[in-house]
């Protein structure tokens, strides 16, 4: 299958989930990552994480995750004299709309600090357990990937895991992957 085709199959997985599907399976998705979070000590050392505003259909990851809300994060920004996607220091609730990435999202504010986070949590329409990841098909998230050198995390639903995935020589493997039902070691699978 080409990414093209799994792309239409996930965006089209993803869109028959309930409304009160979605939420339920985001608060579980949410409690795992906490867990994972926790055992990887990021929220007791205060660890630098990345993050992102969830798309209509994405994961709600920070349902169960009150401090990390209630603390400065990081967030996708797209650095226009760089041509590439940076992460800047923001909390939730001080996202702005804006047009970055093609995509009116949520983001931080332009005169926002930039920073490498330590820990990654990166969406996506398809995952292998092996840390493979099909994303949107702009490549901003595999092109930072390319050098990042601190854990990332895959964030999606049970239903996104595909048991082969299109890769290229670009593509980045991640570390871990959390679902509502599980967290896979991608190392380990």
Not at 19 to 36: G, V
Not at 148 to 175: S, W
């Amino acid at each position: 299958m080409s990414k093209h085709e799994l792309r239409r199959l996930m965006k089209g997985k993803l869109s028959s989930i309930e409304p009160s599907a979605l939420i339920e399976k985001s608060s579980f998705l949410s409690k795992n990552l906490h867990r994972l979070l926790a055992d990887l000590h990021v929220i007791q050392k205060n660890f630098c994480l990345g993050a992102f505003a969830p798309f209509d259909l994405e994961p709600i990851w920070f349902m169960e995750l009150s401090e990390v809300e209630k603390k400065q994060a990081s967030y996708p920004a797209y650095d226009q004299e760089a041509k590439q996607m940076t992460f800047k220091i923001a909390r939730m609730s001080d996202l702005i709309s804006k047009m970055d990435f093609g995509y009116k999202i949520l983001g931080p504010a332009d005169e926002a600090i930039p920073v490498i986070p330590d820990v990654l949590l990166i969406p996506g329409l398809a995952f292998s357990t092996n840390g493979e990841r099909l994303g949107r098909g702009k490549g901003f998230y595999d092109k930072f990937l390319f050098d990042y050198r601190g854990i990332k995390v895959g964030v999606c639903f049970e239903v996104q895991l595909v048991a082969e995935m299109p890769t290229e020589a670009h593509d980045v493997n991640l570390d871990y992957i959390v679902t509502e039902e599980r967290i896979i070691n991608c190392k380990l699978a």
